[in-house]
DNA sequence: GTCTATAACTCGATAGAC
DNA sequence: GTCTATCGAGTTATAGAC
């Protein structure tokens, strides 16, 4: 188990990244949040890089706990949908952009480890909704259930992006109306 | 017509910005790309916004201006083929982000005239390829074409950023294999 | 138009006391 | 574990000489 203090660092540093992407927080803003000195925050995370592969660990393997399992209960459809709902939620409930698509887009200005966790929350992403969709008619084969779920993904990274660069939530809405046509 | 050196400064911005964002270049930058100092850049653009501001409407207008009439010759899907082209030139033979793509993921730290420059990207986008679907009889009537063109533009924006974290432009093609489905 | 110099600030990170 | 204090580097921006 991560010290108590260390979690709530993550969830400070996790809010204003799903805000401002990697650059968008500071040492000091994680350490006005938690109520103690930005020296602290060193003492817990050495370094930004530290900080950032720990965050971006958490945050996909509770995104993909979240999910459940992709060949449990329900139809692909339902499942499709929950997954869609997962982003959904965050983003009108809480102002929550997804983690890994404001990474995905400043890669450049990553650690390198933290791009390779971005960039493995884009795989099991893929991967699981491989699996949601491995028993249904609709696909032929594997390529067109790669295709599938790397447009699903696609689809729901740019309709968040534009969403709240248009001020518009119906952008969302609109764009996943008709999530794997 | 803006002073030549302006215009230097502007490429050499856009190059950095549709790499790295708003936040991937300073005025240290630009001043080294065009082979003069900082304080000199100020003088073309006292600020950085003010910079953001030029930089984001060259770009959109010589974006939309290279699209060409949405009423011209050519297929509806000829049409959108050169659409999806424009970005995945740039991506491919030159590395280069779509840099309004870059700017709405960071939306939140961008001056407030440069993120409304950035929404006016979409817009234009979507509307551009609104008038492109028109004649089009797969789409029976406007609420079905702004689906289709906000659907595309999310698309493509997702699959930029996709692609360039997985360090596979596999995933970009794949994803844009049926454009309008 | 471009320069030197610098102000004023923020950043990540460290040393050392408690 | 948390603190004070600070370092070195980066940032945007300005003043004033040429």
Redesign the interface.
């Known amino acids: 188990m991560r010290a108590q203090k260390a979690e709530e660092i993550l969830d400070a540093a996790e809010k204003l990244a799903r ?3 990697y ?2 927080f500071s040492f000091r803003d994680l350490a006005r949040g938690v109520g103690i000195k930005s020296a602290s925050v060193h003492y817990h995370f050495p370094t930004k890089e530290d900080l950032g592969i720990a965050m971006t660990q958490r945050y996909n393997e509770r995104f993909i706990h979240g999910l459940g399992d992709p060949r449990g209960e329900g139809t692909v459809d339902e499942k499709i949908a929950r997954y869609i709902n997962a982003f959904r939620t965050s983003m009108i409930e809480d102002r929550l952009m997804c983690l ?10 990553l650690p390198g480890n933290v ?1 390779e966790e ?2 493995g929350f ?2 099991r992403n893929r991967d699981w909704l491989m699996a949601v969709l491995a028993d249904d008619t609709r696909f032929a084969d594997d390529d067109a259930r ?2 599938a779920a ?2 699903l ?7 968040m ?2 969403a ?4 518009d939530v119906d ?1 969302f809405e ?2 996943l ?1 008709d999530p794997l ?1």
């Open positions: 805000s401002g992407g650059g968008g890994c698509g404001l990474f995905g887009a400043e890669v450049t200005s791009a971005t960039r884009f795989e790669e295709r790397l447009t993904i696609a689809k729901l990274q740019g309709a992006i534009m709240r660069t248009m001020i952008v609109t764009i109306e046509g």
